[in-house]
Structure formats: C-alpha cells, structure tokens
C-alpha cells in the first residue's frame, strides 16, 4: 500500500504538471504527509511497528526502505502536530 500510494501521488502530479516532471523528496513528502493525515488511518503505529518488525532486512537499503521511512517520519510529525493543538 505504501508503494501505491506514492505511484499514485507521482501518477496525480505527473498528470497535472505533464509527465516529465519528476517530485523529488522536499516536493513528495508534504504531498504524502497530507494523504496520510487525511487517510486517518486506526492504529497506524501499530502497523508500523508490524511492518518494521516483518520486514525483510535485505530491501532496507532500497527504494521501499525509503518509502517506510517517510511513512514513520509522517506518522511522528502528525502526532507531533496532534499533541501542539
């Protein structure tokens, strides 16, 4: 889900702005933050750790190794966030 939901942010952007434009990191993580925020997704924590602990650790240094990370930072942002409010 994490790998579908990054295609798809690119594949909506890429539709607005034409294809060749490429989301680098600084564009794509306030853009995913949004989707996850929005998702409110129950137990994500949870699930991030079940993922983390499920993980094969020899993808930990690839594309999906970032994609995870990205989701861990967004999910500690947001509660973050959650608690100033």
């Given at each position: 889900m994490i790998h579908q939901?990054?295609?798809?942010?690119?594949?909506?952007?890429?539709?607005?702005?034409?294809?060749?434009?490429?989301?680098?990191?600084?564009d794509?993580?306030?853009?995913?933050?949004?989707?996850?925020v929005r998702a409110r997704i129950r137990h994500l924590g949870t699930e991030i750790h079940l993922?983390?602990?499920l993980i094969d650790k020899n993808?930990?240094?690839g594309e999906?190794?970032?994609m995870?990370?990205?989701l861990e930072v967004t999910y500690y942002l947001y509660l973050i966030f959650a608690i100033w409010s």
């Open positions: 939901t990054f295609q798809e942010v690119s594949r909506v952007v890429q539709t607005h702005l034409g294809n060749g434009y490429v989301l680098n990191m600084d794509l993580f306030p853009l995913f933050l949004f989707v996850v993922i983390d602990d993808i930990q240094n999906l190794d970032v995870f990370t990205t």
